[in-house]
């Protein structure tokens, strides 16, 4: 009985029962994203004595419009120390559903707009991430989930969460069309 749950758990999940017929393609709910945030960066265990993590985000607006892409720059500092830039862009394809995050140097992860919220997940040797980026009103929340990976099998597979970074951001400068 309990195997049955889960299933028809997934199958909700991934929309097997949609509960409609000949439905016509929703076009995602765009986030506001333009503009300028600050604020923290949390990571889940949180390690004794870890010295406090200032992330700078600058994004352009959600790019609207096929094959247009917006920058999106993050700065994390420790102490006033800028520590890494992330030099990244979020491109549109052919749709709104045609979605990466380019990275730079041929890296484009897949990305996905539901329900608002910016969804991606990629392998990276043993471990997979998955990201979920949401704005509410003038907050920015971004977090990182990193899963152990396993290998595919029939049935249930379960996976054991390593660790979550949670960064919480307020828009300081409002860059929105």
């Not at 949180?46 to 200032?54: I, M, Q």
């Not at 045609?98 to 992860?109: F, H, K, T």
Request: glycine share 10%; with cysteine.
């Amino acid at each position: 009985m309990h195997s049955a749950r889960v299933w028809f758990a997934v199958a909700l999940t991934v929309g097997l029962f949609s509960g409609t017929v000949n439905a016509q393609p929703i076009t995602p709910e765009l986030p506001p994203l333009g503009g300028v945030w600050r604020g923290t960066l949390t990571n889940y265990p949180e390690r004794a004595k870890a010295a406090l993590v200032t992330v700078t985000m600058e994004i352009g607006a959600f790019p609207t419009a096929d094959n247009q892409c917006v920058p999106w720059k993050t700065t994390y500092s420790e102490r006033d120390t800028v520590r890494a830039v992330k030099d990244y862009r979020i491109c549109r394809g052919s749709g709104p559903q045609d979605l990466v995050v380019d990275e730079g140097g041929g890296v484009r992860l897949q990305a996905s707009l539901l329900g608002g919220v910016l969804v991606s997940a990629f392998k990276a040797g043993s471990i997979l991430l998955v990201t979920h980026l949401r704005v509410t009103g003038n907050v920015l929340e971004e977090e990182i989930l990193t899963i152990d990976d396993q290998p595919a099998s029939e049935g249930l597979v379960t996976m054991r969460t390593r660790a979550v970074q949670r960064l919480r951001l307020e828009r300081v400068v409002d860059q929105r069309l």
